[in-house]
């Protein structure tokens, strides 16, 4: 059985010096999704109702993400293991074709709900810092358990389609708006509708995005040695314009445009493309 590894000088290791003991936040479990939402309700901003109820028709435009509502609680029954619910904030940005055949783009927010299970391990322990923040006691926790932190990584998503329906029409949920945080509401200036339309705008959106749980822990981990910058600090200096220019290779598909036109496979590809249509 190999001797455990303890902090301090290690000898003949493959350039290892020695072994440290670290703080930091181990993932105990993660998941990604890739997440094709349709028929997402559009709420325009109330200076865009007119327009919206005066267009033909809507075409898809861009969409920003502008923050995600995280929660965990533990599953009844299943020690150890968290539900995680998401609310994700969107602002959607539309072209809505009128009489002329130049659009007029609309803003407006959308909001996407997700739950995901996922293993978070348990532990009881209460963390108290030292750590000074300015005006605020230390967060000590003392009424709840110990919950495994939830983090989200998303991308902004891509707007897949966008569809004009009259309300006497509609054979899909309207559910109401869900409660908006400051930090959303603040950022539609003008405030939004919330209803009494007589048309409504349906949005379907391609999501990617990875979740996990992580739990402050100790590790014990090999150092080889400092981490000091090798690269010189730039000035800041600006590069020959011409110099620049001759980097640039020839663009002979603009001169010769290809026979067929290949469906795009990547992220940034697949935005372009959308956002063309």
Do not use: W
């Not at 750590?131 to 998303?154: F, H, I, K, T, W």
């Amino acid at each position: 059985m190999p001797e455990r590894v303890v902090p301090g000088p290690v000898e003949g290791s493959g350039g290892i010096r020695e072994a440290v003991c670290i703080h930091t936040k181990k993932i105990y479990d993660s998941c990604r999704d890739k997440d094709c939402i349709e028929d997402l309700r559009f709420y325009p901003k109330l200076p865009y109702v007119d327009t919206v109820n005066r267009a033909l028709s809507v075409k898809g435009g861009s969409a920003k993400l502008l923050h995600v509502y995280v929660d965990v609680e533990p599953v009844t029954f299943n020690r150890g293991f968290y539900t995680v619910d998401l609310r994700f904030f969107y602002c959607v940005t539309l072209q809505a074709y009128l009489s002329s055949p130049i659009p007029v783009s609309v803003e407006g927010l959308c909001v996407f709900d997700k739950r995901v299970i996922l293993f978070g391990s348990e532990g009881n322990a209460r963390t108290f810092s030292s750590e000074y923040r300015n005006g605020e006691p230390d967060p000590q926790l003392l009424m709840r358990s110990n919950l495994p932190v939830a983090c989200v990584e998303a991308v902004d998503p891509i707007v897949l389609d966008a569809k004009l329906i009259e309300c006497c029409d509609s054979h899909l949920s309207d559910a109401d708006m869900a409660e908006i945080p400051n930090c959303i509401s603040q950022y539609f200036e003008g405030g939004l509708s919330s209803g009494g339309d007589t048309r409504k705008i349906y949005v379907t959106l391609g999501q990617f995005s990875i979740v996990r749980l992580e739990r402050d822990t100790q590790l014990l981990i090999p150092v080889y040695d400092y981490c000091m910058p090798d690269r010189e600090c730039s000035g800041g200096a600006s590069e020959d314009p011409c110099g620049l220019f001759r980097n640039i290779a020839f663009p002979v598909g603009e001169f010769f445009p290809p026979n067929t036109v290949s469906m795009p496979e990547t992220y940034a590809d697949t935005k372009n493309f959308c956002n063309c249509q």
